[in-house]
């Protein structure tokens, strides 16, 4: 007798792997801000004679040790560095400005006219602690001029980072400040210095191993206590030498001339060794939200020494900003910037009955495309009603409707989702009608189509019942003139 198989065990349902830590993924609802953010940095960049550059993700670690500082958080602690398999020490970048400058050199646009004024919108990774607004995979809108040391630049690229956020519509203010030379720098690292030893009971480990490494990063410091010690420390403007002081006064003045909204923050510090005289964070004004206060938009300043300190030529000069998109987005949020409820709203909606008008959909739908509308379908649903369903559920401005006795006439059924009047249409000129109503609707405001709904209730103008059954002999839905007043507002 055959022995009986054993049971079959049952299936293990495999684990999902999940996104890494500090990692996300944008989802299609929030697009609209991720392409609002990238057209406003496109078009402010277009106004101000940038040129678009896109950098690798990869660069050798050097580039980073060499002018990030080997010291910084950005090298010692956050950077994803690794060997590849040819053995080469390569890092996922941290940031943009040492790409730039690098690419600056290699593709030798000191032979340019100066300065070379470039931008960027790439994603940075940082293995920082995930918290809100801190990711390890972050966007940045970066703007750099390099081959100058006008102040001028310094305050053009300040002023573009104002105007991009108020384009945006988030209200921000700038807090600015000057490093000086690295040479002025020196004596106020040392009395800096002087001053925290004097407190060094107050501060906590990780500050007293910033006080070796770094003394200038205790002025960013967001220990407890630090505040009350950081007010009496002594102010780096006070130790600036004549020509940085001139420096930053210049630029102080072209940012009052163009209006920029600015305070003065004798603390503020930058977290990479590369940056000289004029210095800047943007925060927003007022945020609701408490986590949002003292969280940076985005920051950037001059960088007199990083083109000669990768063997580039002296005085080359730069000044440059990283505006973090993520939280840019965030911002945008609690400021109200929604996403218009019109551009949420897909265009056409295409609805077929029967194998020939699927087949004659598919021309129509390119039609659509070429015409610039946006146009979605639901190929995989058969019945009338269950399309219109999808068509209301996106929204739809206007529906197609395509049956057998069109597809033999050459017409097709255009109804309007608002107010469900119906009307028939030469297919060959269906573009233009739709195009035509489309454009009447978007100029529409919510209220006036809320008033024309209305008068055409009280006129008895209904709409047409969405459940059509035979849609080879549709109705014709509103009289002409009817249709006219309703198409005819805008
Ligand atoms: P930084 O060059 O470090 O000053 O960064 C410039 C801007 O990039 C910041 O003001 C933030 O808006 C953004 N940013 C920096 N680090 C992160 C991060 N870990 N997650 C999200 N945004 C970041």
Same mark, same amino acid.
């Given at each position: 007798m055959p022995t009986p198989a054993a049971p079959a065990e049952p299936k293990k349902k495999s684990k999902t792997p999940e996104l890494v830590r500090g990692f996300r993924d944008v989802l299609p609802d929030e697009q609209w801000y991720w392409d609002r953010v990238e057209q406003v940095a496109a078009s402010i960049t277009k106004s101000y004679s940038f040129n678009r550059i896109r950098l690798p993700v990869l660069e050798s670690v050097a580039l980073f040790e060499r002018t990030a500082g080997k010291e910084s958080d950005v090298v010692t602690k956050e950077m994803y560095a690794f060997e590849d398999p040819g053995g080469d020490k390569v890092a996922l970048r941290p940031e943009g400005t040492a790409q730039v400058a690098r690419a600056y050199i290699e593709h030798g646009m000191v032979?340019?006219?100066?300065?070379?004024?470039?931008?960027y919108f790439e994603q940075f990774f940082r293995h920082d602690r995930p918290q809100f607004g801190r990711y390890r995979q972050l966007?940045?809108?970066?703007? %750099?001029?390099?081959? +100058?040391?006008?102040?001028?630049i310094d305050a053009q690229i300040m002023l573009m980072a104002h105007r991009f956020y108020r384009e945006l519509g988030v209200e921000v203010v700038l807090h600015v400040n000057s490093l000086g030379t690295p040479a002025s720098r020196k004596d106020y690292i040392a009395e800096l210095l002087n001053y925290?030893?004097?407190?060094?009971?107050? !501060?906590?480990?990780?500050?007293?191993?910033?006080?070796?490494?770094?003394? !200038?990063? !205790?002025?960013?410091s967001k220990e407890p206590g630090m505040n009350e010690l950081k007010a009496g420390a002594p102010q780096i403007i006070d130790y600036l030498d004549a020509e940085s002081k001139a420096h930053f006064m210049k630029a102080l003045e072209y940012l009052d001339e163009? $209006?920029?909204?600015?305070?003065?923050?004798?603390?503020?510090?930058?977290? !990479?060794?590369?940056?000289?005289?004029?210095?800047? $964070?943007?925060?927003?004004?007022?945020?609701?939200n408490d986590e949002m206060k003292g969280l940076a938009l985005g920051g950037g300043g001059r960088y007199d020494g990083l083109v000669p300190l990768l063997g580039g030529r002296e005085n080359t000069g730069g000044m440059g900003a990283g505006l973090g998109v993520d939280r840019t987005i965030l911002a945008m949020k609690q400021s109200g910037v929604f996403q218009p +409820? $019109? %551009?949420?709203?897909?265009?056409?909606?295409f609805c077929q009955l029967g194998e020939?008008?699927?087949?004659?959909?598919?021309?129509?739908?390119?039609?659509?495309?070429?015409?610039?509308? +946006?146009?979605? $379908?639901?190929?995989?649903?058969?019945?009338?009603?269950?399309?219109? %369903?999808?068509a209301d559920k996106l929204k739809a401005k206007m529906a197609l409707i395509l049956g057998q006795k069109e597809v033999l006439d050459g017409t097709i059924i255009v109804r309007d989702m608002d107010s469900g009047a119906q009307e028939i249409c030469d297919v060959e000129k269906v573009?233009?009608?739709?195009?035509?109503r489309v454009v009447a609707k978007n100029k529409m405001s919510l209220v006036e189509k809320t008033a024309l709904a209305a008068e055409n209730l009280e006129a008895g103008i209904l709409p047409e019942p969405v459940e059509i059954k035979k849609p080879q002999a549709p109705k014709p839905a509103a009289p002409i003139q009817k249709k006219r007043k309703l198409f005819g507002r805008h």
């Amino acid at each position: 007798m055959p022995t009986p198989a054993a049971p079959a065990e049952p299936k293990k349902k495999s684990k999902t792997p999940e996104l890494v830590r500090g990692f996300r993924d944008v989802l299609p609802d929030e697009q609209w801000y991720w392409d609002r953010v990238e057209q406003v940095a496109a078009s402010i960049t277009k106004s101000y004679s940038f040129n678009r550059i896109r950098l690798p993700v990869l660069e050798s670690v050097a580039l980073f040790e060499r002018t990030a500082g080997k010291e910084s958080d950005v090298v010692t602690k956050e950077m994803y560095a690794f060997e590849d398999p040819g053995g080469d020490k390569v890092a996922l970048r941290p940031e943009g400005t040492a790409q730039v400058a690098r690419a600056y050199i290699e593709h030798g646009m000191v032979n340019q006219p100066q300065p070379v004024k470039l931008w960027y919108f790439e994603q940075f990774f940082r293995h920082d602690r995930p918290q809100f607004g801190r990711y390890r995979q972050l966007q940045q809108f970066g703007l %750099e001029a390099l081959g +100058s040391i006008d102040p001028i630049i310094d305050a053009q690229i300040m002023l573009m980072a104002h105007r991009f956020y108020r384009e945006l519509g988030v209200e921000v203010v700038l807090h600015v400040n000057s490093l000086g030379t690295p040479a002025s720098r020196k004596d106020y690292i040392a009395e800096l210095l002087n001053y925290f030893k004097q407190h060094k009971n107050k !501060l906590s480990e990780l500050d007293k191993k910033r006080m070796l490494k770094n003394p !200038l990063r !205790l002025l960013d410091s967001k220990e407890p206590g630090m505040n009350e010690l950081k007010a009496g420390a002594p102010q780096i403007i006070d130790y600036l030498d004549a020509e940085s002081k001139a420096h930053f006064m210049k630029a102080l003045e072209y940012l009052d001339e163009a $209006e920029v909204p600015y305070v003065l923050d004798p603390h503020l510090v930058r977290g !990479l060794d590369y940056y000289t005289h004029s210095i800047f $964070e943007v925060f927003m004004i007022n945020p609701k939200n408490d986590e949002m206060k003292g969280l940076a938009l985005g920051g950037g300043g001059r960088y007199d020494g990083l083109v000669p300190l990768l063997g580039g030529r002296e005085n080359t000069g730069g000044m440059g900003a990283g505006l973090g998109v993520d939280r840019t987005i965030l911002a945008m949020k609690q400021s109200g910037v929604f996403q218009p +409820s $019109e %551009e949420k709203r897909v265009d056409i909606f295409f609805c077929q009955l029967g194998e020939a008008a699927r087949r004659k959909g598919l021309a129509v739908f390119e039609k659509i495309r070429v015409g610039g509308m +946006s146009c979605a $379908e639901a190929f995989g649903k058969g019945s009338l009603k269950a399309q219109l %369903e999808v068509a209301d559920k996106l929204k739809a401005k206007m529906a197609l409707i395509l049956g057998q006795k069109e597809v033999l006439d050459g017409t097709i059924i255009v109804r309007d989702m608002d107010s469900g009047a119906q009307e028939i249409c030469d297919v060959e000129k269906v573009v233009g009608l739709l195009a035509r109503r489309v454009v009447a609707k978007n100029k529409m405001s919510l209220v006036e189509k809320t008033a024309l709904a209305a008068e055409n209730l009280e006129a008895g103008i209904l709409p047409e019942p969405v459940e059509i059954k035979k849609p080879q002999a549709p109705k014709p839905a509103a009289p002409i003139q009817k249709k006219r007043k309703l198409f005819g507002r805008h």
